[in-house]
């Protein structure tokens, strides 16, 4: 018992960890896997973003070289020509974020402005002896890309022309410098391409669908540490806090492109799948917990139900048969005790009313009438004691006497009984016989059954009454006949209907008529020897319908298992 008593809680705490466990692995993974997916789209726009910066980075330094190999390739005196017409070409349509370019050529002063375009609208650029020469950063980077003969960057720096400006719009800017080389190798000068850091990254990204990303790009190339040059989109607060950083070519500078979301990375449902996952796991544990603690309590208690209704009902068979036991005892007993004091009774009973009957017949005329009645009452007196004792002698010969199997012809029984009935009763009844069957019985026995059954309906009538009997039978699927007796007689409540079969019973309507209680007993005994039934049903329009089972004996409805049941009886 201890043991059940646990197993329900140990098994709901088993799927409770289980279910717990699952929800942790399952909620791990969601995150997890959430995680990815955001790393991922994150990865997808910064490289998107590192794709336009580097393409407006190729576009910037492909023109700057494109108009260094115009200024190279050309002659001299037609040089300055093809590069202003080139210059011509350029505006902020075709390079934005550009501030201006500018074709420098080598002097006794070191640097003269040959000539130059404004890009960005902005006021002419100034050249020949109006220009005042290019500030410390540029210079360096002429000299770097002159010696190199390669494309040089300036450090980032504020661009003269912008030094007069205050505050967010100074930008930090950078010079793209070409060196310009003739055919024959003479070097003729330098192409400067002025470029806002600013204006450079709005132009960049503002021309894709960038929006979902802030982006910061920083010159990494001095030793000194990182310097700002621009930002995007940097009013609209981080929606994650995830940041990829990507390095961008740029000449021989080093630049960085440090990119975070702008839009969430991920859906709401995306976002909160994990923890909905969570509850719900946790909800569906606890529930299936709950709900096999109350499944096994249930069972358990149903079990513990069931095994002390099987005690109970054990304990009640065996107060049954120890009743039967009893009950089989009692009426071993009296069935003794019928026999022994029929016996007994038997003949000085009939040895009394022999000689009541001699001293009438003898006395008689001597006597007077008082003495004449005395006679005539232990006369009768006696009878009715012979009748008892027959009515005991018939109940215990009912259930020993052995079966004598024949075929009987029913309906020559009824007439038998129904003429001796008719010839001693004091009213003339009505007796009908329908068809009656040849049925396999003991003849004795079973006139006996019939003689109790119409002697009953033709008696309990009322006073003043004719008996009114039908006698009829019918037939079932399996052999049985059903022989009824049916009369109009006084009646016996539903209530009464299993009791009148008991011995000595008799009902409160039967008060005042002859009878000792053992007729119906006695048909119940002797239809049970048949393997038959016997009861009462009340009959419609008054009286009662008594009724009996016995199988057919003919060879024509017997089976193999009737064969065997006529065996038995036999």
Not at 515 to 526: E, F, K, V
Request: net charge negative; proline share 6%; hydrophobic share 45%.
């Amino acid at each position: 018992m201890r043991g059940r008593t646990w197993r329900g809680p140990a098994l709901a705490s088993t799927v409770l960890a289980l279910g717990l466990a699952a929800t942790g692995v399952g909620t791990v993974a969601l995150h997890s896997a959430a995680n990815d997916y955001a790393d991922a789209a994150l990865r997808v726009r910064a490289n998107a973003t590192q794709a336009a910066v580097t393409a407006a980075v190729t576009r910037y330094t492909t023109t700057a070289q494109n108009l260094a190999t115009i200024a190279g390739s050309t002659p001299a005196d037609s040089a300055l020509t093809d590069v202003e017409a080139g210059l011509a070409r350029l505006s902020r349509s075709t390079l934005p974020g550009a501030h201006d370019v500018r074709l420098v050529a080598p002097s006794a002063d070191r640097f003269t402005a040959v000539a130059g375009r404004p890009v960005d609208g902005s006021a002419p650029v100034p050249a020949g002896p109006d220009w005042s020469g290019p500030p410390p950063e540029i210079a360096a980077a002429m000299d770097t890309s002159r010696d190199s003969g390669q494309l040089a960057i300036s450090p980032p720096h504020v661009l003269p022309h912008d030094r007069a400006l205050a505050g967010a719009r100074q930008q930090l800017s950078f010079v793209i410098v070409a060196p310009v080389r003739a055919t024959d190798g003479e070097f003729r000068g330098w192409v400067l391409f002025s470029l806002r850091g600013g204006d450079f990254l709005n132009e960049a990204l503002g021309a894709g669908a960038h929006a979902a990303v802030t982006a910061r790009l920083a010159d990494v190339s001095d030793p000194a540490g990182p310097v700002d040059i621009a930002s995007w989109n940097t009013d609209t607060p981080p929606a994650d806090p995830e940041t990829v950083t990507l390095p961008v070519a740029f000449g021989q500078r080093e630049l960085l492109l440090t990119v975070r979301p702008g839009t969430p990375l991920l859906t709401e449902p995306q976002r909160h799948a994990d923890t909905v996952v969570l509850g719900c796991g946790l909800l569906l544990s606890v529930a299936m917990a709950f709900l096999i603690l109350v499944l096994i309590t249930a069972q358990e208690r149903a079990a513990g139900t069931a095994r002390r209704a099987v005690a109970d009902r054990r304990a009640d068979a065996d107060q049954l048969r120890l009743a039967q036991a009893e009950l089989r005892e009692r009426e071993a007993e009296l069935a003794g005790f019928s026999a022994l004091a029929a016996d007994k009774l038997q003949t000085p009973l009939t040895n009394v009313a022999s000689y009541a009957d001699l001293l009438l017949e003898e006395a008689g005329p001597h006597l007077d009438t008082t003495s004449q009645g005395f006679l005539e009452h232990i006369g009768r007196s006696t009878q009715r004691m012979l009748h008892v004792v027959d009515e005991l002698l018939a109940y215990s010969m009912a259930s020993e006497a052995p079966l004598r199997l024949e075929p009987v012809d029913l309906a020559q029984v009824a007439a038998e009984v129904v003429a001796a009935h008719v010839a001693v009763s004091p009213t003339m009844p009505s007796i009908d016989i329908g068809a009656l069957p040849v049925v396999t019985a003991d003849a004795t026995l079973l006139r006996q059954l019939l003689d109790h059954l119409v002697g009953n309906a033709v008696t309990y009538v009322r006073h003043g009454t004719a008996p009114r009997v039908t006698i009829g039978a019918r037939q079932d699927a399996n052999g049985w006949w059903r022989i009824e007796v049916a009369d109009r007689g006084i009646g016996i409540p539903a209530e009464h209907h299993k009791r009148v079969f008991a011995p000595f019973y008799r009902t409160p309507a039967a008060t005042g008529y002859p009878g000792t209680g053992l007729g119906l007993a006695t048909c119940q005994r002797i239809a049970g020897l048949h393997g038959g039934q016997v009861g009462v049903e009340s009959n419609l329009g008054g009286g009662s319908v008594f009724w009996f089972t016995v199988f057919d004996g003919r060879s024509d409805h017997q089976s193999g298992e009737h064969a065997a049941f006529l065996a038995h009886l036999a």
